[in-house]
């Protein structure tokens, strides 16, 4: 059987192989710990969900419009004046199926065969993969552990060349929890302007899970704002995973080229979803504020208890719910030659599955997941202790 050629250029993102590889050890009767995900362990808050039983009843189960309906557009405008500053019209914003297709759409907007992006290392899987879907070509930006995983302005400008189209880049970031300061993104964003060919597409949907201070966006600077492509979400900060719904803002042209893509694969996202989005973003912040702080506790605990396991280097990551320890020293023990094997020895051994740093650009690293309960990180750390001494013995 003879398949597109485009699907020997991608992978199944690690997070998505190793959670699928939990469920099936887990139906097997394995008491697998799954640290994989990026999935918060809440429940969606109940306002949302009795917006969601309301619009049913008031008959919200037809084909929305491709671009989101206009009350949700306003209250995605109204969200970024409020809380970010920024000025954008309705025409300005969309909805899709998630932040993943609110990317996707970007990508396949503004990238041409041959198009070099620049992303950042560590970065998120699945930005790699789709910018090969648009025939662009990947160039990665190392951020190493003594600067948080961050690259720096200079960085930037040494990277970009003539067929430079497109940087993609998060804050707070996943997998590292790293976020980029108002200076930093200020001094990033001198370079672009010498550069009015790049597009920036900002990923800000851990914005709300960020435990030093307020949310700062590259696209608060006048001089690229209309290049930047601001993507978020409902999935972390409300703890809407499974309901699906991502929006961007941008450029009308942009907005337009990406509704056009979008009619053309999945047409406006789950009505019921839009309608839920518009409590969600209009209501009670109080829920998301609650899981921030259980976010933050369940950091606190982690990095404290992983740098007490010899061999283990951890930042402090200061948002989203990852962290991402450097594993070096554990790489040639015994049958362990890549970051990789680690992860399948520590859910063999320890029965806790964590992702490979390969899979988001860093091959000395793993990511390990937060977002589940005290209870369940504290067992997960007494097995990968164990598990880690001994390899070490």
């Given at each position: 059987?003879?398949?597109?050629n485009?699907?020997?250029?991608i992978?199944?993102?690690?997070?998505?192989?190793?959670?699928?590889?939990?469920?099936?050890?887990?139906s097997?009767?394995?008491?697998?710990?799954?640290?994989?995900?990026?999935?918060?362990?809440?429940?969606?808050?109940?306002?949302?969900?009795?917006?969601?039983?309301?619009?049913?009843?008031?008959?919200?189960?037809?084909?929305?419009?491709v671009?989101?309906?206009?009350?949700?557009?306003?209250?995605?405008?109204?969200?970024?004046?409020?809380?970010?500053?920024?000025?954008?019209a309705?025409?300005?914003?969309?909805?899709?199926?998630?932040?993943?297709q609110?990317?996707a759409?970007?990508?396949?907007?503004?990238?041409?065969?041959?198009?070099?992006v620049?992303?950042?290392?560590p970065?998120?899987?699945?930005?790699?993969?789709?910018?090969?879907?648009?025939?662009?070509?990947?160039?990665?930006?190392?951020?190493?552990?003594?600067?948080?995983?961050?690259i720096?302005?200079?960085?930037?400008?040494s990277a970009?060349?003539?067929?430079?189209?497109l940087?993609?880049?998060?804050?707070?970031?996943?997998?590292?929890?790293?976020?980029?300061?108002?200076?930093?993104?200020?001094?990033?964003?001198?370079?672009?302007?010498?550069?009015?060919?790049?597009?920036?597409?900002?990923?800000?949907?851990?914005?709300?899970?960020?435990?030093?201070?307020?949310?700062?966006?590259?696209?608060?600077?006048?001089?690229?704002?209309?290049?930047?492509?601001?993507?978020?979400?409902?999935?972390?900060?409300?703890a809407?995973?499974?309901?699906?719904?991502?929006?961007?803002?941008?450029?009308?042209?942009?907005?337009?080229?990406?509704?056009?893509?979008?009619?053309?694969?999945t047409?406006?996202?789950?009505?019921?979803?839009?309608?839920?989005?518009?409590?969600a973003?209009?209501?009670?912040?109080?829920?998301?504020?609650?899981?921030?702080?259980?976010?933050?506790?369940?950091r606190d605990?982690?990095?404290?208890?992983?740098?007490?396991?010899?061999?283990?280097?951890?930042?402090?990551?200061?948002?989203?719910f990852?962290?991402?320890?450097?594993?070096s020293?554990?790489?040639?023990?015994?049958?362990?030659?890549?970051?990789?094997?680690?992860?399948?020895?520590?859910?063999?051994?320890?029965?806790?599955s964590c992702?490979?740093?390969?899979?988001?650009?860093?091959?000395?690293?793993?990511r390990?997941?937060?977002?589940?309960?005290?209870?369940?990180?504290?067992?997960?750390?007494?097995?990968?202790?164990?598990?880690?001494?001994?390899?070490?013995?």
């Open positions: 059987m003879k398949l597109a485009r699907l020997l250029k992978d199944e993102p690690q997070t998505i192989r190793m959670a699928k590889l939990s469920r099936e050890l887990k097997q009767g394995k008491d697998i710990i799954d640290l994989s995900l990026g999935e918060p362990d809440f429940k969606t808050p109940d306002h949302i969900i009795e917006a969601a039983i309301k619009a049913m009843h008031e008959g919200y189960t037809k084909y929305p419009p671009a989101g309906f206009p009350e949700l557009r306003q209250a995605i405008v109204d969200k970024f004046k409020n809380d970010n500053h920024l000025s954008y309705t025409d300005e914003v969309m909805v899709s199926t998630g932040a993943k609110c990317i759409n970007a990508v396949l907007s503004v990238v041409n065969e041959g198009d070099e620049l992303i950042p290392a970065f998120w899987v699945t930005y790699s993969d789709i910018v090969k879907l648009a025939d662009g070509v990947v160039v990665q930006l190392f951020g190493g552990f003594e600067n948080d995983f961050k720096t302005a200079t960085q930037l400008e970009i060349t003539s067929k430079t189209k940087f993609i880049f998060s804050s707070p970031c996943n997998p590292t929890g790293s976020i980029y300061s108002k200076e930093e993104l200020s001094a990033m964003a001198d370079v672009f302007a010498k550069h009015p060919n790049i597009f920036i597409i900002s990923d800000e949907i851990y914005e709300y899970i960020n435990f030093e201070g307020n949310h700062e966006s590259i696209a608060q600077f006048d001089a690229i704002k209309d290049r930047v492509i601001v993507i978020n979400g409902l999935s972390k900060a409300y809407m995973t499974g309901w699906r719904l991502g929006y961007m803002a941008a450029n009308k042209e942009i907005i337009k080229a990406c509704e056009k893509i979008q009619s053309q694969i047409s406006g996202a789950n009505s019921i979803t839009q309608r839920a989005a518009i409590a973003l209009n209501g009670d912040k109080a829920p998301t504020q609650m899981m921030r702080q259980a976010f933050k506790e369940r605990f982690l990095v404290h208890a992983l740098r007490d396991i010899k061999g283990l280097k951890v930042n402090n990551p200061p948002g989203a990852y962290v991402f320890p450097d594993v020293y554990y790489i040639g023990k015994k049958d362990i030659h890549t970051a990789e094997d680690l992860c399948m020895y520590l859910l063999d051994a320890a029965q806790v992702v490979t740093g390969d899979a988001f650009g860093n091959p000395h690293c793993i390990i997941s937060y977002a589940t309960s005290i209870d369940k990180l504290q067992e997960a750390v007494k097995r990968i202790k164990i598990a880690l001494e001994a390899l070490d013995a």
